[in-house]
């Protein structure tokens, strides 16, 4: 069977609208969607995990994300896009042409293919706090998105973890919908820059609770309402009641880490273990290889920008096709 002339690993926003663009330009993509059962890191992306999605424009009114993500796939399956419940279990872009093996989630079976262009979207997961109850109150009051989510808690009480510039960053912005914001850190020293740290501390919305962690979240009615937490360094064995409730939020800001593992000592990646591309493209450190959306973009982490990431993904991959005679 000759190589397929793209392969997409990632269904979030940036697969998917590579998957599109490939499509309507007749590369015959396929997606290898990943697992459509995981609570941390579901095929679909994290829109699979957020209930309404106000921000993605031509939704006025909104729309649930996993509404949003059935509609990329409709209209790349349009197309022509061709889909597998999989998930990759190795990859080689050693050689033309490219290898991927997976395991086709509805058969059990290992496959393997070929492929001239390789679009990864593979996304960046969420780090998140360990605690049982997380998986079933995200997307109802457990969130890692200030930009995404906090609208929702417009008047409302809710709790920042972390200690970074991204927890100060989202502090702030919470305060511009919630009616009180805490930090909980598990020291009293931070790792944000002072400026972003000033702002924090300076604004009146927000109270620090210091050499603390998150020890158990209090469900009421299937929406977060009460944070227990415990102390840490002069604090230890202390506990304390945080009540955020009704329906309070949680933002888990302790940072992100990419799906890059499939490639390791194959791509180049970024001190941070995101990919690494070339300038302003989608090129990684071999041709043929195109990175989209969050797996490489750890700054804006928006749906948006991951969509606009996978046209533009798309579009390198045909030129270098065409460039190539396939």
Same mark, same amino acid.
């Given at each position: 069977?000759?190589?397929?002339?793209?392969?997409?690993?990632?269904?979030?926003?940036?697969?998917?609208?590579?998957?599109?663009?490939?499509?309507?330009?007749?590369?015959?993509?396929?997606?290898? &969607?990943?697992? /459509? *059962?995981?609570?941390?890191?579901?095929?679909g992306g994290q !829109? %699979?995990?957020?209930?309404?999605? &106000?921000?993605? /424009? *031509?939704?006025?009114?909104?729309?649930?994300?996993?509404? !949003? %993500?059935?509609?990329?796939?409709?209209?790349?399956?349009?197309?022509?896009?061709?889909?597998?419940?999989?998930?990759?279990?190795?990859?080689?872009?050693?050689k033309q042409p490219f290898t991927v093996a997976y395991t086709n989630l509805e058969t059990g079976e290992d496959e393997t293919i070929e492929t001239r262009t390789l679009i990864v979207a593979t996304g960046a997961s969420a780090k998140y706090l360990g605690l049982k109850v997380e998986e079933q109150?995200?997307?109802?009051?457990?969130?890692?998105?200030?930009?995404?989510?906090?609208?929702?808690f417009k008047g409302r009480k809710v709790a920042v973890v972390g200690g970074g510039d991204t927890a100060m960053e989202e502090a702030n912005f919470l305060t511009r919908h919630a009616e009180k914001v805490y930090v909980i850190h598990r020291r009293d020293e931070f790792r944000a820059s002072k400026i972003m740290?000033?702002?924090?501390?300076?604004?009146?919305?927000?109270?620090?609770?210091?050499?603390?962690?998150?020890?158990?979240?209090i469900p009421e009615k299937r929406f977060l309402s009460k944070l227990v937490l415990g102390g840490t360094q002069k604090d230890e064995g202390k506990t304390e009641d945080l009540a955020i409730g009704p329906s309070g939020g949680l933002f888990i800001a302790i940072g992100h880490t990419p799906n890059t593992d499939l490639f390791s000592g194959q791509l180049e990646l970024e001190d941070t273990g995101y990919l690494k591309v070339v300038g302003g493209t989608s090129l990684t450190s071999v041709e043929g290889v195109f990175a989209a959306g969050d797996v490489h973009d750890h700054h804006y982490r928006q749906a948006v920008t991951?969509?606009?990431?996978?046209?533009?993904?798309?579009?390198?991959?045909?030129?270098?096709?065409?460039?190539?005679?396939y």
């Open positions: 069977m000759d190589p397929k002339k793209v392969v997409i690993i990632g269904s979030g926003p940036a697969g998917l609208t590579a998957a599109i663009y490939a499509a309507r330009a007749r590369l015959a993509p396929l997606v290898i &969607e990943g697992d /459509p *059962g995981s609570k941390i890191d579901p095929a !829109l %699979m995990l957020t209930t309404d999605v &106000e921000n993605y /424009p *031509g939704f006025p009114e909104g729309i649930l994300g996993p509404e !949003l %993500m059935e509609r990329f796939k409709k209209q790349a399956g349009r197309f022509g896009a061709v889909y597998v419940s999989g998930m990759v279990t190795r990859v080689n872009v050693r109150l995200i997307g109802k009051g457990v969130t890692t998105c200030a930009t995404c989510d906090g609208a929702f740290l000033k702002r924090a501390q300076e604004n009146p919305k927000i109270e620090f609770k210091l050499n603390r962690t998150v020890l158990d979240i991951a969509a606009g990431a996978g046209c533009k993904a798309a579009m390198d991959a045909e030129k270098w096709l065409e460039a190539r005679g």
